[in-house]
């Protein structure tokens, strides 16, 4: 039996409905508190790191930080070719840790920022947004991990609920994820398309972006909440497919160098 990691903040609380996900995928979930003994993750296939942010604390940071030891096992575990799928706050943990784009020695060339439409909007004056959206393949994307079952055609309609919630990217390094197909998924209308203004874009997240992979494509960040609707299912039964076939270490870097 698969057996996934389920790395939880103890602000989050979406914890079972990611459990459920995982056992519909035909994978069987563990919830890993951040004091387990570090070790035990190796003997796991895959992870996902949880952690959300709440309306009456949005400016709280995740406790399992970038420099957290517990971290360190997973960028081992990550190189080794096994996949990570970081959720709302855990899709912050692996941009702090550089693990998400992917540039060499993991370094940062990225940042998730506050929500700053929210903060313009007059009627709720704040950096938290807590909707439903809609989001799709990107146009050229990366065949990954955690693409396998989801097709071009379908438009998800998923929770979001963050404050922190946009990508902020370099130039430099944002053509070379396009070029890649690293932004894997996109926020878009009904009929699928890519529209930056609010509220199709909630956050401002540069080219809509809502998903971003690594080059090897073993590890993805993602700001929706796929495992609050079925229709985020292929997701997970995605990275199931992955594992099962076999993982290989794919030392592979973007060329992108932070200045």
Known sequence: MIRIAVLQDPHSHSEREILLA???????????????????????????????????????????????????VIKEQGALGKPVLG??????????TGLVP?????????????????????????????????????????????????TPKTIFQMPVSHAKGRFIIPPVLLAEIERNGLHVFQYCDERGAIIHEF?????????N?????????????????????LQGDPIFKSMCEYIAGGYIAQPITLDYQPR
């Not at 951040?34 to 996902?48: I, Q, S």
């Not at 509220?199 to 080219?207: A, K, T, Y």
């Open 22 to 72: 995982i056992e519909r995928a035909g994978m069987q979930a563990h919830a890993f508190l951040w004091h387990e003994y570090k070790e035990n993750l190796a003997d796991f296939d895959g992870f996902v790191l949880i952690g959300c942010d709440s309306q009456e604390d949005s400016t709280h940071t995740a406790v399992i930080p970038a420099a957290d030891l517990v971290m360190q």
């Open 87 to 96: 959720i709302c706050k855990g899709a912050q943990v692996l941009v702090e």
């Open 102 to 150: 992917g540039l060499e020695r993991n370094q940062v060339g990225m940042v998730l920022a506050d929500n700053t439409r929210m903060q313009q909007n007059e009627l709720l004056g704040t950096g938290f947004y807590n909707a439903k959206v809609r989001l799709r393949l990107s146009e050229g994307y990366q065949w990954n991990a955690f693409t396998r079952h989801v």
């Open 199 to 207: 509220p199709v874009n909630p956050n401002g997240s540069i080219h």
């Open 209 to 229: 972006i809502a998903a971003i992979a690594s080059k090897p494509g073993n590890i993805m960040a993602m700001l929706p909440h796929p495992e609050s609707t």
